[in-house]
Structure formats: C-alpha cells, structure tokens
C-alpha cells in the first residue's frame, strides 16, 4: 500500500505538488493522471526518496521508502527508462540490479524471458536500445526483486501497440495477485483501461479520484444530441420538463442523460432520427477538470 498524506513539494516559490493525499491500495492498479507539468513525477520522486517534501510525507507499506531495507526486494521503481549508464548491456544492467539485491543471475534470465529481449537484444549497449527497448529494460529492472510495489512512471511511452497491451496485461496480472500498483500517465485512454481507481491532479492539486463509474456519476455534465421528425415539439416538451435546450447542427443540444430524453420523445410521441450522448465520457471530465493546466505548465520532470 502507498499512502501519500498531505504532500507538499516546492522550488523557491513554486509550488510543484500541493498538499496532495490518496492511497494506492493492495490488489489494484491506480492510475495517476495529468497534463504534462501537473506534479505526477516530482509526487513518485519523492514516493522514493529522490527528492524530499517540503511539507508531509509518503509512506510505503506503513514505512517511509529510506527506511526499508534493501528497498529493491519490495519496491519496483521506473521513473526514467534512459537513466541507466549508456555504455552498459541491458544483461550487466540487470546483473548488477540482481547483485545489488542479494538475487541470483537466473532471476535476470527470467526477468529478460519476461519481457521479450531477446539474448541479442540483451548484448546490446542501452545507447543503441529504442525508447521501447528502454521501457521493457526498465519494467524488467523494476520486477527484478519480485516487490509487492510498483510505482511506474509513463511505462507506456515508446511501446509499440503490441507492447502496450502487452504491459497491460502484466500489471493486471500483477495486482491480481496482490500486488499494488501505481501508473502515471497523461494518456487517459491508455490508463482508463487498465486502471481500477484513477487519481486526477492538475497545477499539483488532485481534482478528482475514484473509479471510472464514480468519477462519470459525480459529473454534472451530461448532455444529449438529439434530432427528431419534429425538433419545435421535442424542444418545447423537453424544456416543459425543465431541461435546457439549444440549437445543435440539424438537431437540439439537451442538457439531460439520452435515457431521459428519450423518454420525453416517447411520452409525446415523437420520433427520433438520432440519440446519443454529447459527452466524451471520462475524456470530457479530465479536459474540463484540468483545464486550467493544459497550458502555462513546466514540463514534467523539469522542477515540476
């Protein structure tokens, strides 16, 4: 479990993360997300002891991240698949991870079988790795220890569509055995997928978290296109019913859920041409939520 409990984070008088509080519970996979510059990586940062807070703390499993012993066997960290020493193989990559960590060279073997790098791929020197590559390395890197914590940050970054759907299904599985999984992303679509809880941040505050369900039935947005054999009656109908109605291409913009539209039309006898909702769903939410943030931010990692 990570728990992140009144988290604080500035430079001078920026401030990067902003009193943020969630949990990331055991068995699921929570994906944190924001515009690029929200405070997603200087949050994991300082998950990891990379950097301090300035105001409240993050623990790990009840513990803060410098106080667990050889932190490698229960934490799985990528933060940045290219921050490894160019020079190297992806194979003494892992090796020296293993040795650090007291395991023996065979979990590498697995860990390089677990992740498709071929023994070729496994001989090359990381500054000849492709940015997917990289990322499969550093998945590996993080899984050497068999942690019960994975904290990912853009994992996604640089896979190919097969190696994405890839990923999702070894984070899934991941969590389903217990394990905890924190995943941060600016691409909603990609996390909307996997992710089992979703956390929000914009300008280093969270501004929503739940699930996908939650999240969409706390929305106050919901809206409805509409076009009928008789637009002037439905409009009349609808806003008898104390929905707002507007103009909308051939058809009316309806500021109601479709089930509740259509209602109307029946109940009135009204045929309708087409009905459906307005909405992007979780998309439209995230854009409206963190629309403040889409412009003006540092970009993530650059002090942010």
Known sequence: MIEVEGLTRKYGAFTAVDDVSFVAEPGRVTGFLGPNGAGKTTTMRVMVGLTPATHGRVTIGGHLYSDIPNPGLHVGVLLD?????????GREILTLGATT????????????????????????????YSLG?????????????????????????????????WMRG???????????????????????????????????????????????????????????????????????????????????RVEAAPVDVGRVAADNTIVLTDLRSADGGLEDLFLA???????DVLPEGAQA
């Open 133 to 165: 590559m990289k990322q499969r390395l550093g998945i590996a890197h993080a899984l050497l220890g068999d942690p019960s914590v994975l904290i990912l940050d853009e994992p996604a970054n640089g896979l190919d569509p097969a190696g994405i759907r």
């Open 101 to 128: 960590m007291g395991l023996p060279k065979s979990r590498v073997d697995e860990m390089l079988a677990l992740v498709s790098l071929s023994d070729t791929e496994a001989k090359r020197r990381l500054r000849n």
């Open 81 to 89: 698949a290219s921050a490894q020493h160019a020079g190297r193989t």
């Open 289 to 295: 939520l963190t629309s403040e943030t889409q412009r």
């Open 170 to 252: 070894l984070l899934k599985g991941y969590a389903e055995r217990g394990g905890t999984v924190l995943l941060s992303s600016h691409l909603l679509h990609e996390v909307e997928i996997i992710a089992d809880e979703m956390i929000l941040i914009g300008r280093g505050k969270i501004v929503a978290q739940g699930s996908k369900e939650s999240l969409l039935a706390d929305a106050d947005h919901s809206s409805t296109l509409v076009t009928s054999l008789d637009n002037d009656l439905l409009g009349k109908a609808l806003q008898h019913k104390g929905y707002g109605v507007a103009a909308a291409g051939t058809g009316l």
